[in-house]
C-alpha cells in the first residue's frame, strides 16, 4: 500500500516528499491509519547525524497515534476501528532472556526500531511522519478511551521513557525528586512523578517555566542559568532525572543528591557524560541511564496516565510547516510537544 511521507534525503535534511511502500498485513500485523505523530528530539538528533550513522532516506517519527485499519488473520487484541499507538519499537526476537523479560529494547538479536532501522528481512523501517504504518500486534498498544490521540501519541516514546526510570529507581512516593529539562520528556516526568506520590522539583535553564512546573505538578522550581553550583540546592535529591538534549556539567548535578542519590540520563547529547570520581564516591552516589521501556511497560504507563488524567501538552501543527517545527526543538520553543498532524502530509 502506497503512502505519503515526509523523509529526509541526507544527513540535516531537508523534509521532502516521499510515497512509502507499506507492506500488506501479515498473520500478526495491525495496519494504522496515523492521526498524530509526536516530534520527538531524538527524531532532530538523528536527522542531523548527532549519534550513529543514519539509514537514508529517513522518515522519523516513534510517538505515533491512529485507528486500527487492518489485521492480520492472527491479530486477537485489535479489531478495524481501534484507538492505538506504537512507540520506538517495531519488532524484536520474542524469545530472549530480555524480550521474556519485557525489556525488548535489550533483545539479544537486535530490536527492530521503527525508523532508522532494519526489520530483519533485511528492509529499511520507515516511521510515524507518514499516513499510516504496518506493524506486528506486540508492539502495538492499545490507547485508553480517556485520552484523546494527540495527547497519547507523545506517551509512546516520551512518557515511556520517562515513566520506567521512575519504577526502576523508586518507589518515589514521599521522596525528593527533581527533574532536569522541562521539554516533551520532562513534563511528563513532572505530572508522573508527581501522580506517584513524589516531591517534586523542576530544574530549568531560565524562570519562565516556574509557573508552569507548579500547573505540572512541581512544589519547586529551580533556575540554573547564571548559577556557578549548586547553592541551596545540594544534598537535596533522592533522584535526579535528566532530561536535557544536550551536555550538563554532571558534578552541579551530582552534588544535588543526597548521599545514595541517583543520577538517571534518558537525554542523550552526542558529547560524552562525565564527572569528577569524587563526585560519585563522596555520598555513594550514582550515574545511571534508561533506555524507553518494555510493550507490557508501556501499556501500563498509559493505564497510569488514563487513571491519573495524564496526557502530553501538545500543540498540533500542519505537515507543511515541518522545517519551522524543527527549528523550534532545536530552539527549545516548545511547550511541551509539536504533534504532526497526520492528514496534513501529502496535501
Ligand atoms: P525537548 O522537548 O527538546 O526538551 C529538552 C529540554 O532540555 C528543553 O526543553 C530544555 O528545558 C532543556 N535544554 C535544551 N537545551 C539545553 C541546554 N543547552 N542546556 C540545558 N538545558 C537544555 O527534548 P525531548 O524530546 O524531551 O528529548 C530530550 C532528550 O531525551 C533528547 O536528547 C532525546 O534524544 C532523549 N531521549 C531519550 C530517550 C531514551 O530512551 N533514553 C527517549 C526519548 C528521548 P528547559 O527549558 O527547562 O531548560
Ligand atoms: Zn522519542
Redesign the pocket.
Known sequence: MKTPALAVDVEGGPFVPMMLDRREPRGDDVQIEIAFT????????RVQG?WDNGIFPMVPG?EIAGVVSAVGEDVSAYRVGDRVGVG?MVNSCGTCEHCLDDKQ?FCVKGVVETYNSRDYDGSATYGGYSRSIVVREPFVHRVPDEIELSGAA?LL??GV?VY?PLLRWGPVAGRSVAV?????????AVKMAAALGAEVT?????P??RADAQRLGAVGHLA??GASGPDGSRNRFDLILN??????AMDHYLAMLRPGGVLV?????AAPVSCEPFSLIAGNRAIA?????GSAETRDMLRFCADNGIRADVEVVDARTIESAFRR??D?D?R??LVIDAATIGT
Open positions: 509526536g516530534i520527538c528530539h531524538s527524531d532532530l538528533h548527532d516513534h520506538v529494547q507523545p516514546c516520551a521513557t520506567s532536569v529539562g522541562i521539554g516533551g520528556l520532562g513534563h511528563l523542576a530544574v530549568s535553564r531560565g519562565e517555566k540554573t542559568e532530561t536535557v538534549s544536550a551536555s550538563l540520563n534518558v537525554g542523550a547529547p541511564g534508561s533506555m524507553i521501556g526543538v532545536r527549545g516548545v511541551y510537544r
